[in-house]
């Protein structure tokens, strides 16, 4: 009987060729995944900011409608925001009581929380917010700045206040991801009008304006 000339190699192990071409595809796939990764984070940062921007001013418009002030609270425990509402009216029905409106939202920044709660308080607005949002997995608050706040607030809860006369408390959101994406969401003092850029925009440099 004549031996065949094949030689049988071990099936139970890999030659170092074999765990080159492995490492290789390995390096190739993570090359092409990590900007895929980064792109989707830096997505969803900019997107929550658009988020937030739109639900800004749905609050305004409901407190135009309404008569009453609206809030928006962030949670920068949580990372969660909704929109909160006094449970008084104060729809405005003449110039003399548009007046009074104007003169009570300036004074209002100037109120105590506990004075705040006997004017009313605020309670979850659900024809805006049903349930808390919370931001997507990667992206959360960096820190807020309002014109209540000597400087910017990075834990605890931060309000950004809307009232039914077209005045909104200026506001700048800062908002990152795990990636390093930052982005700013501007609110102006005028109809709540609000802008998302990708960067990190100063306190001092926004406030001035």
Same mark, same amino acid.
């Given at each position: %009987? ?12 890999? &030659? ?43 609050? %305004?418009? *409901? ?10 609270? @962030? #949670? ?15 729809? %405005?029905?003449? #110039?003399? *009581? ?51 706040? #000597? ?7 931060? @309000? ?15 908002? %990152? ?10 609110? &102006? ?10 960067? @990190?925009?100063?306190?001092?440099? @926004?406030?001035?304006?």
């Amino acid at each position: %009987m004549k031996r065949s000339g094949r030689i049988h190699l071990d099936a139970g192990g890999f &030659s170092l060729i074999e765990l080159m071409i492995v490492v290789a595809i390995l390096g190739l796939v993570g090359l092409i995944a990590i900007p895929s990764i980064s792109n989707t984070f830096r997505f969803s940062v900019q997107s929550s900011g658009r988020e937030i921007a739109t639900l800004i001013k749905d609050a %305004m418009n *409901s407190a135009q409608i309404t008569g009453k002030v609206h809030r928006i609270a @962030y #949670d920068l425990k949580n990372q969660q925001y909704w929109v909160e509402s006094t449970s008084e009216n104060t729809l %405005m029905k003449s #110039d003399e *009581s548009r007046e009074k409106e104007k003169q009570k939202s300036l004074s209002f920044f100037s109120e105590t929380e506990e004075e705040k709660k006997k004017n009313g308080g605020f309670r979850q607005e659900n024809t805006l917010t049903k349930n808390k949002r919370t931001l997507p997995i990667g992206v959360s608050f960096k820190d807020i700045v309002t014109e209540q706040s #000597d400087k910017p607030i990075t834990e605890g809860m931060a @309000y950004t206040h809307i009232f039914p006369q077209g005045m909104t408390e200026k506001s700048l959101v800062h908002l %990152m991801d795990t990636g390093k994406n930052e982005v700013s969401l501007t609110v &102006s003092n005028l109809l709540g009008r609000c802008s998302v850029e990708g960067r @990190y925009i100063e306190a001092k440099e @926004y406030f001035k304006q």
